[in-house]
């Protein structure tokens, strides 16, 4: 009786039309070229995923082939804000034909991790890269979340790789988190399970779409956000106070 659920600000952005750029607009500030479908790479923190350089590589060559195959398609590479590591760098100049980084707008107050901050314009920005992008790939990132609010689908990369940094540490580990306990379906987000599959994705999504997914993707923003979430704020006010008229009483 004493636990409010509420859901969380953190996506009341994306309900924001006043964030929204066009198309045009938002592609014309990055210098992207409107003819070419994107999608986004969002990099996680290198304790969630310490492969993550691996896995915005096999990304890469997977869009690379695709582009060969005659697809007009680049990646939009986001890190996680609280990473600025160099680990990215070998691959992103191994793949600056396809990869294009474009850098979270967060603000520093300190030299900690949890010192960095979000800002309104990377409100916006984050708002319109999922808004005008095809969809979003990562690690288990709460960015489906972002993505779905726009409508559109998550891939969940599922492998391990050779040689990595930490002993103990398998995507098996993460998917037992119990975040993803709540999924619906495990149908709420492709999942990568081979590097080779993310080619399969994506081609899917730029011919079929991504109805279902999204579909299923949504229940599950609405499950552990509760339905309109722009009103997160709004119920969060109303349970503070209903906890100190409890606690008076």
């Known amino acids: 009786s004493q636990i409010h659920v509420t859901g969380t600000p953190q996506f009341e952005m994306h309900t924001d039309k006043a964030l929204l750029l066009s198309r045009e607009e938002f592609l014309g500030s990055y210098q992207l070229d409107v003819n070419t479908k994107y999608i986004c790479y969002s990099g996680d923190d290198i304790t969630t995923s310490p492969n993550d350089p691996v896995y915005l590589r096999d990304t890469a060559a997977s869009v690379r082939s695709l582009v060969k195959g005659g697809n007009r398609i680049k990646l939009l590479f986001r890190r996680c804000p609280v990473d600025f590591s160099n680990r990215y760098d070998e691959v992103l100049e191994a793949y600056k ?11 520093s107050v300190g030299d900690r991790w949890d010192a960095k901050l979000p800002t309104k314009e990377d409100m916006q920005l984050l708002s319109n890269l999922a808004a005008h992008t095809e969809m979003v790939i990562n690690l288990g990132s709460s960015m489906v979340f972002d993505f779905v609010a726009h409508q559109k689908p998550c891939a969940f990369i599922n492998y391990d790789v050779e040689s990595c940094p ?8 993460i998917y037992n988190y119990v975040h993803f306990r709540s999924m619906p379906t495990k149908d709420a987000v492709f999942w990568v399970n081979h590097p080779k599959a993310t080619e399969q994705i994506i081609e899917k999504v730029l011919n079929q779409g991504g109805a279902e997914v999204v579909k299923n993707a949504y229940h599950w923003f609405e499950k552990i956000n509760k339905p309109r979430p722009e009103q997160a704020n709004e119920r969060i006010w109303k349970a503070i106070q209903s906890i100190v008229k409890e606690h008076a009483a």
């Open 166 to 173: 930490v002993a103990d540490w398998s995507v098996e580990k």
């Open 97 to 107: 034909d396809v990869i294009i980084p474009i850098d979270p707008l967060w603000k």
